[in-house]
C-alpha cells in the first residue's frame, strides 16, 4: 500500500537495490499509516519506513513540502533528520557512529547500478547533485575515521558535525549544529536563540539542558529555552538529556516538556507580561500543575484562541500538540482534531499543507478498511 504522494511513485518503482543500501524502502503498508492515527503524527506525510519506524515529511503550516523537515516518528515523537527532503538520501547513506570501518568500505564498493538507483530516488526528494556530496564523505578516510564510536575527542565532534552540513548544507542546519556544537563542548547555549528554522525544537532542548549545568544559567536562560520548546510541536526534538549531547534519540518520554512548563511557572513572576498574557500560557499553567493527567485540553482552547488573533500557524501547531497529550494520556484516537486541523489548513490557504492532510486521511481511511 503505497502512498509517496509528494513525487511520482513510478520514480521509486523498482529500486531494491538501493533499499538493501540505505536500508529504506518507500513501500508503505497499513500498519505504518495506522500508527499515525491516533496522535499528532498525522501531521507527518509518510514517504517510506526503516526497519520500523515511518520516516516523512513534517507539515510545516504555508511552506511548500519541497521546504519543508523530514522527521523520523517513533510512536507519538519525531526525530528531526534533516532539513528539506532533498537531502534525506545523503542521510540515509551516512553509516552514522560505527565500531567498524568496514560499513563505509561496503558503501563505496557499491556497483554503479545502485548507484544509479539510489541517485534516481534522491532526484525523485528534489535532490540535484547526483550525491557527489555524500559521496565525497564517505572517500574521506579522515571523516571515516572521526565516527568511529572509540573516538570522543573534540576534533572528532567536529567532523561529524562537517558530515551534517555536508549532508544537509541549508543555512539554518549549520546555525544549529554550531549552537549545538557550542552547547555540548562549553554549555554555551545563549538566548534568544539563533535562526534555526525547522530546528528550533532541537536547539531549545540544547539550550535548556546546558542551561541545567548552573543554576545561574539556568534562572537566566532556562525559561527561555522553556517557553520556546513548548511553542514548537509536543513530542519534536526534545530529548536532551541531564547534559547536552551531539546525538539524540526519541525516548518516549514526556518529562522534558513537564520539566520545562513547571520551570516557567516557577519563575513566572520573571518572564515578559506578554507570555503570561498570551493564549500559551494556559497550556504551560495546565501541563505544570497536572503532568499526570493533563490530556491536551488547554491546547485545543489556545488554538482558538490563538485563530482570533489571526495566528493561524501557531494554532495549527496547538492542535497537533493537543493530540500528543491526548495520546500520552489516554492511547486512544481523536479524529476531530485531526479533522479541525485540515479545515483550518484549508481555510488558511495553506495548499499543499490541506491536500497533504487530505491525503493522510484518505490513507488512513483505507488502511483501517483493509485491516478489519
Request: hydrophobic share 45%; proline share 6%; glycine share 6%.
Amino acid at each position: 500500500m503505497s502512498e509517496p504522494w509528494f513525487f511520482d511513485a513510478d520514480t521509486v518503482a523498482g529500486l531494491e537495490e538501493a533499499e538493501q543500501a540505505y536500508a529504506f524502502s518507500f513501500a508503505l503498508e497499513p500498519e505504518h499509516w495506522m500508527s499515525l492515527s491516533t496522535c499528532g503524527t498525522w501531521s507527518v506525510l509518510p514517504l517510506g519506513h526503516r526497519r520500523d519506524e515511518v520516516i516523512g515529511i513534517r507539515l510545516v503550516p504555508g511552506r511548500a513540502l519541497a521546504d519543508c523537515p523530514v522527521v523520523q516518528l517513533s510512536e507519538h515523537e519525531s526525530l528531526t533528520l534533516v532539513s528539506r527532503p532533498a537531502y534525506l538520501v545523503p542521510y540515509l547513506l551516512f553509516p552514522g557512529t560505527i565500531l567498524e570501518r568496514e560499513h563505509w568500505d561496503q558503501l563505496l564498493a557499491l556497483p554503479p547500478s545502485v548507484w544509479r538507483a539510489l541517485e534516481k530516488a534522491h532526484r525523485a526528494l528534489g535532490g540535484g547533485d547526483d550525491l557527489a556530496a555524500i559521496r565525497a564523505v564517505l572517500a574521506d578516510a579522515r571523516l571515516r575515521d572521526a565516527c568511529l564510536i572509540s573516538d570522543r575527542s573534540d576534533e572528532s565532534r567536529r567532523h561529524r558535525i562537517d558530515i551534517r552540513l555536508r549532508i544537509d548544507p541549508a543555512a539554518e542546519t549549520r546555525r544549529y549544529f554550531e549552537y549545538l556544537l557550542a552547547a555540548v563542548e562549553r554549555y554555551d547555549a545563549p538566548v534568544p536563540l539563533p535562526d534555526v528554522g525547522v530546528w528550533r525544537a532541537a536547539t531549545a532542548s540544547a539550550c535548556a539542558s546546558a542551561a541545567t549545568m548552573d543554576a545561574k544559567q539556568l534562572a537566566a536562560r532556562g525559561p527561555t529555552a522553556a517557553w520556546e520548546l513548548l511553542l514548537e510541536p509536543a513530542g519534536l526534538d526534545c530529548f536532551q538529556g541531564e547534559s547536552p549531547s551531539m546525538v539524540m534519540a526519541a525516548t518516549g518520554d514526556s518529562t522534558p516538556l513537564v520539566r520545562a512548563a513547571q520551570l516557567l511557572r516557577k519563575h513566572a513572576g520573571d518572564v515578559p507580561a506578554a507570555w503570561r498574557e498570551d493564549p500559551w500560557w494556559p497550556t504551560v499553567e495546565a501541563l505544570a500543575a497536572e503532568p499526570e493527567t493533563y490530556g491536551g485540553l488547554a491546547h485545543m482552547e489556545a488554538a482558538g484562541a490563538l485563530r482570533k488573533q489571526r495566528r493561524d500557524d501557531e494554532a495549527f501547531v496547538a492542535l497537533v500538540s493537543a493530540a500528543y497529550w491526548m495520546y500520552v494520556r489516554t492511547r486512544e484516537p481523536f479524529s476531530e482534531l485531526r479533522e479541525t486541523t485540515t479545515a483550518l489548513a484549508d481555510e488558511s490557504g495553506w495548499t499543499e499543507t490541506h491536500r497533504a492532510l487530505s491525503a493522510i486521511a484518505d490513507a488512513i481511511a483505507r488502511a483501517e478498511s483493509s485491516l478489519t
